[in-house]
């Protein structure tokens, strides 16, 4: 069965920063392994896809940076958007290029920024929902939690899905789709065990998806067709650039998902995790006895579950401080408490304000 | 009445890495004003002494430093200690150079990297010192303590002296000195009202200086006479040499002051502080609104009580954090809490064990 993936790579967070800058976004960076998250994201495919049938969407300030990391990925699979218009526009842009190969090709849908602890096991998940999408469903994959995770959404497991063999036998219904819940809500999704992570991981056929973005966005439904009647003309960018700003910055999963009747889950466990911030390195890189993440010439000395990050040639000493945050960018350092690690973007806002163009 | 105030300059604390290194200690660092501490130790003296009258003791690694410093100081008036060997050496010192110049010279001892909020206070605690330093006492400064300090040594306040006048109305024998206590201790010096900080601020004569010094340290005593017999010759600098690094390590207080028949105290009140440790920043210097000093490129956010000198012309953000300590010197850096903060040295031991010499 052949896959097409298609790698979300839009991002331009700010909750890496003095990490991620405007023309180094999160998925540009090596948050775990040596490899840059997006580079990770296309190197845990294969054997499940081919680069020849992988695609990256990302926004034109990235694109080349893209193309460099990721050479063996044809030229055309880097699909550029105009502007940033959230996932539903992206999802149906990604589809109009899977259809023009292939009507009924399959696309699964990465977040290009996300950690996969076990590769193995991620693509077992993704061809498992594959094999449901052929049949017509949209499938998603849900992580079953192990934590009262307030940073991820949640999906509530329906009825278990009627059909035989190995595709079926673990795919459920989707009740519902739950919006990122309080602790105690969490807590409690967690003792229920019919809720699962939100991985923001879709597989589905392109026919399928176009199909579903006509009946929920019908608005977006036409704008894709005035597009997909110029792809492969000359006129392409130019309609592209025209038509596009004009969709409706709106999630996939808000648009379409949470309305539509063929959704289905393919419960996993491959040891996921969105790295949303600083905070969360711990829970996906190697720490010291204490708990510490250190990486370059970083010196803790009395200090435990703290994330050290020494990157610019220099010492950086963590005294008698837990759950601290450090990062040393060379150009910029940053100290926030590691439950306040969101809050970054704060700062950004903050130089941003004050025109620190040259650390943004 | 001329004063020589000798500014005891060779200390070579770790306490303020990576500000601090060791070719520019403490008191070549403007922690306080804009000044080095041992510049402003030297401008707070005149009209109460002269610069021709002014001395300072240091190493051979800062005297060419401390010579650039203050410009307004005679050379001769540099004295460099071969090598550190405590205060007691080093008063005996300084005492045989002022000696040279009047037998019964006044000797104002001052360590070169405390900070008085109040000069002109501090100025009349001095004088008044010495007129009983004139009269043949060996007079020091106690700081009326306002809180339970337990990084200063005290005085325990013994009875008034007997004598009329403007110079002996405010001064007490001193019963004895104690040790830095602990908080409990520390509280009840403060509920006592008895006990005064020891400022480590010593004014005597010459003559009486050397005189009890042979008295309780016979050894270091005849030491300093084969010293004083070379002082103004050719050999000087050779019998130093030879002689110096010979001499007992031991502090003037040990060595001498606690053994004295003669000391009395002068209770003072000059806004003094030692600046014992970056911790002691927020004490002697403006705040914001939340209590945190911010130096530099500094930039806090959801912080109170920090302490943040970003000295190294880039950013430095700090998040959601309290009581910290942040200090980017440009080729380090460093984050302490703040209650923490003496513990900066296990920085510079594990540097230097890792034999890091290019940041020590």
């Given at each position: ?124 998940a ?15 994959i ?124 393919v419960p996993a466990d491959f ?90």
């Amino acid at each position: 069965m052949k896959i097409f993936p298609v790698i979300m790579a839009g991002g331009s967070g700010t909750r890496f920063w003095p990490l991620s800058r405007r023309d180094r976004p999160k998925q540009f960076l090596a948050l775990v392994g040596d490899l840059p998250m997006l580079a990770a994201t296309v190197r845990r495919l294969p054997p499940l896809a081919r680069p020849a049938d992988t695609y990256v969407v990302c926004g034109p300030a990235h694109a080349a940076a893209a193309r460099k990391l990721l050479r063996d990925l044809p030229a055309a699979n880097f699909v550029v958007e105009p502007c940033a218009r959230n996932t539903a526009p992206c999802v149906g842009l990604a589809a109009l290029h899977v259809a023009a190969r292939e009507k009924r090709g399959i696309v699964a849908m990465l977040p290009a920024d996300h950690h996969v602890a076990r590769p193995e096991a991620f693509r077992e998940a993704v061809a498992a929902a594959a094999r449901l999408a052929e049949a017509g469903a949209i499938a998603t994959i849900g992580i079953r939690p192990h934590a009262p995770e307030t940073g991820y959404g949640y999906l509530k497991v329906g009825a278990r899905l009627p059909g035989k063999g190995k595709a079926a036998s673990h795919a459920h219904k989707v009740e519902r789709f739950v919006e990122k819940p309080d602790v105690v809500t969490a807590a409690r999704y967690l003792a229920d065990g019919s809720y699962l992570w939100n991985s923001g991981i879709f597989v589905f056929r392109a026919d399928v998806i176009l199909e579903e973005i006509r009946r929920a966005m019908p608005v977006l439904g036409e704008q894709l067709s005035v597009i997909q009647a110029s792809l492969g003309t000359p006129s392409h960018r130019r309609v592209l650039a025209r038509v596009f700003p004009d969709c409706p910055s709106i999630s996939i999963d808000y648009g379409v998902m949470e309305k539509s009747q063929r959704i289905v889950v393919v419960p996993a466990d491959f040891g996921w995790s969105d790295v949303g911030s600083f905070a969360a390195l711990p829970e996906v890189r190697e720490t010291d006895h204490l708990g510490n993440v250190a990486e370059g010439d970083a010196l803790v000395i009395d200090g435990r579950n703290n994330v050290v990050l020494a990157n610019g040639k220099r010492p950086v000493a963590v005294v008698g401080i837990d759950d601290a945050v450090v990062v040393d960018a060379g150009d910029a350092v940053l100290v926030v408490r590691r439950d306040r690690a969101q809050d970054v973007r704060k700062v950004v806002e903050e130089l941003a304000r004050r025109g620190r163009e040259e650390v943004l």
